[in-house]
Nanobody, 125 residues
Framework: VQLQACGGGLVQAGASLRLSCAVS????????MGWFRQAPGKKREFVAA????????YYAASVKGRFTISRDNAKNTVFLQMNSLKPDDTAVYYC???????????????????WGQGTLVTVSS
């Protein structure tokens, strides 16, 4: 299973970005998907997660109301719409896939089975 994230870039505070993550080599509809981020010198942290059928979504408190996770099972792709970006959102963003419906919303990166390579988001003040 391969995950390919893209859409990062350098933006000013208040701007928006949309990250995409294409999944290949597996059965995308069976995966529970998440986005994580890692800032320099910090641990990888949970950003958002979505169930296989998009009915359930979960967000970190720091991004709730600004970020939206979504997925298109027909295109094997998960998205992260990021609005009102802040300098604190600067990080490498990773998409990940979990095969277990019991764990994907826990926020624990260790429960995820597959990871993408990351895409850098830089927000200037």
């Amino acid at each position: 299973v391969q995950l390919q994230a893209c859409g990062g870039g350098l933006v000013q505070a208040g701007a928006s970005l949309r990250l995409s993550c294409a999944v290949s080599g597996g059965f995308f509809s069976a995966y529970y998907m998440g986005w994580f981020r890692q800032a320099p010198g910090k641990k990888r942290e949970f950003v958002a997660a979505i169930g296989w059928d998009s009915r359930n979504t979960y967000y970190a408190a720091s991004v709730k109301g600004r970020f939206t996770i979504s997925r298109d099972n027909a295109k094997n792709t998960v998205f992260l719409q990021m609005n009102s970006l802040k300098p604190d959102d600067t990080a490498v963003y990773y998409c990940a896939a979990d095969t277990n419906y019991r764990t994907y919303y826990s926020g624990d990166p260790d429960v995820y089975d597959y990871w993408g390579q990351g895409t850098l988001v830089t927000v200037s003040s």
